[in-house]
């Protein structure tokens, strides 16, 4: 189907764009009373996340009531260790939890990788269905969790500020760490060429602990991974966004994305440098979402100016924090598509 606002799709590529597009990462699951309404009605996230029909009313929100260029699948990168036989649950103010976790060996031989798109296809089934509603509006980003980023909850079983059990393990059991991201990495190949058979127009990787590594630990085990997901999905452009992972930006420049993320610590010129010939994605600090509209337009103009109009899509450098007012996040988006 065409779509009737390409923008995001062809700052991707590297192609011209009018006006700079934008959306905010975790715009659909953390800022909306009508989000809070439907997940109310769910009563839980999984029960949420699992409903396609209520994934796709809440995917489809932010573009309704923000305005955004983009819609993202509701869902969570937690998933894939779900469908890899480590169920999570959803503790309230707390965060994920795995009662079950991997330590040895044998418990990686016991991780399905099967049946992924069945496992999952309550994804599917919501992209599709989202798809289907948008019609033609916007595009859909599907996304995963990046190897190593889902390797850390497998590893530690909840969220954590150092994952060094997860850390631990590299350091230790070098070659079983290989084997756990290996298989974790088959998986979200395969996972994510099924969003896209059902309907993604882009993807996203998120690596949200890419910072906690040393550069050496970085370029080991999490990098050739991402590779293997570059190099295997050439259907749609696919973003890398790697939290603070600065010392990595080079590297990450010269995989086979198309888009990489940045984070607001991560200078524009200098980025821009380090990575000349792709398009960048980011990275407002969602705290300026927090000051008055004033300050809103005046840095995201700023950010814009430095970025140019050109390979570049507008967006946080992490997701809108949940205590932000819907309104100032839509005085970001329309400083962006007034700019
Ligand atoms: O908001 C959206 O755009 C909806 C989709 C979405 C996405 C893209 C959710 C729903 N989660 C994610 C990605 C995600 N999940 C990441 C990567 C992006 C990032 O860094 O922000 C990570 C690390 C997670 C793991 C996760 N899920 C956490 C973090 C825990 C930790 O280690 O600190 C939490 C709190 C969740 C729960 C979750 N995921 C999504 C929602 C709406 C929620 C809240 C649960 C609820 O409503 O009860």
Redesign the pocket.
């Known amino acids: 189907m065409n779509l009737k606002n390409d923008l995001l799709l062809r700052a991707a590529k590297g192609e011209e764009v009018e006006r700079i597009p934008v959306w905010t990462?975790?715009?659909?699951?953390?800022i909306l009373k009508e989000y809070r309404e439907v997940?109310a009605k769910a009563g839980?996230?999984i029960n949420?996340?699992k409903s396609p029909e209520m994934a796709a009313e809440v995917t489809i929100q932010p573009v309704d009531i923000l305005g955004v260029d983009a819609a993202?699948?509701?869902?969570?990168?937690?998933v894939v260790p779900e469908a890899m036989n480590l169920p999570y649950e959803?503790v309230?103010k707390k965060?994920?939890v795995f009662p079950k976790t991997v330590k040895t060996e044998t418990d990686i031989h016991a991780l399905n990788t099967e049946d992924i798109e069945h496992h999952l296809a309550y994804v599917i089934d919501a992209i599709k269905l989202v798809k289907k509603e948008l019609n033609g509006r916007v595009p859909l980003i599907g996304?995963a969790?990046a190897p190593f980023?889902i390797f850390c909850?497998m590893i530690e079983g909840?969220?954590?500020k150092t994952f060094s059990l997860a850390k631990k393990m590299l350091y230790t059991e070098p070659e079983i760490s290989r084997a756990l991201l290996q298989k974790i990495t088959d998986v979200t190949i395969t996972y994510l060429k099924a969003q896209i058979a059902a309907g993604a127009d882009l993807v996203q990787i998120?690596d949200?602990?890419a910072g906690i590594l040393s550069p050496e630990q970085y370029s080991a085990f999490a990098i050739p991974y991402i590779k293997q997901i570059c190099d295997a999905i050439q259907e749609t452009p696919v973003t890398v966004f790697a939290?603070g992972a600065y010392f990595a930006r080079e590297e990450i420049g010269q995989l086979g994305c198309q888009v990489v993320g940045l984070d607001w610590n991560m200078s524009i010129s200098e980025s821009r440098k380090l990575i000349p010939n792709k398009t960048l994605q980011g990275n407002l600090d969602p705290c300026v979402l927090y000051g008055s509209f004033n300050e809103i337009e005046r840095n995201t103009k700023a950010m814009l100016t430095a970025f140019g109009k050109q390979r570049y899509i507008a967006n946080l450098g992490?997701?809108v924090y949940p205590d932000t007012n819907p309104d100032n996040v839509k005085c970001f988006i329309d400083t962006v598509k007034s700019f």
Request: charged share 20%; aromatic share 18%.
């Open positions: 990462m975790r715009q659909a699951g953390r997940r839980s996230f949420l996340a993202i699948i509701f869902s969570d990168i937690l959803m309230e965060g994920p996304f969790g980023t909850y909840k969220g954590s998120f949200s602990w939290k992490h997701g």
